[in-house]
Nanobody, 126 residues
Framework: QVQVVESGGGLVQAGGSLRLSCAAS????????MGWFRQAPGKEREFVAA????????YYADSVKGRFTISRDNAKNTVYLQMNSLKPEDTAVYYC???????????????????WGLGTQVTVSS
């Protein structure tokens, strides 16, 4: 099983950038797909981006496509989410997640992920 811890959130003005990091531990990290989700107040958790085990496949929500980039460094057991051109509607708690054992692809489906972090707050001011 993979354990994950997010970091890098904060307060930024609209148009600015942040880079989130997700530090993972566990023997299966390098064979796990990884994803970022977010949850805004009063809303359901939604998919943001996903990456396959080797980084060759990535998926993005339409709302972040062209602005966010997901990447991973398996040597450092870390996944990143580079967020550019941030908008107030990007304000949310961002969660990192690892796919269930045996699934190494990229997935936008919530049910594919079985290991979740506690989240990091991102606030974008207008």
């Amino acid at each position: 099983q993979v354990q994950v811890v997010e970091s890098g959130g904060g307060l930024v003005q609209a148009g600015g950038s942040l880079r989130l990091s997700c530090a993972a531990s566990g023997r299966t990290f390098s064979s796990s797909g990884m994803g970022w989700f977010r949850q805004a107040p009063g809303k359901e958790r939604e998919f943001v981006a996903a990456i396959s085990w080797a980084g060759g496949i990535t998926y993005y929500a339409d709302s972040v496509k062209g602005r966010f980039t997901i990447s991973r460094d398996n040597a450092k057991n870390t996944v990143y989410l580079q967020m550019n051109s941030l908008k107030p509607e990007d304000t949310a708690v961002y969660y990192c997640a690892a796919t269930r054992p045996g699934y190494s692809g990229a997935s936008s489906y919530f049910s594919t992920y079985t290991s979740w972090g506690l989240g990091t707050q991102v606030t974008v001011s207008s």
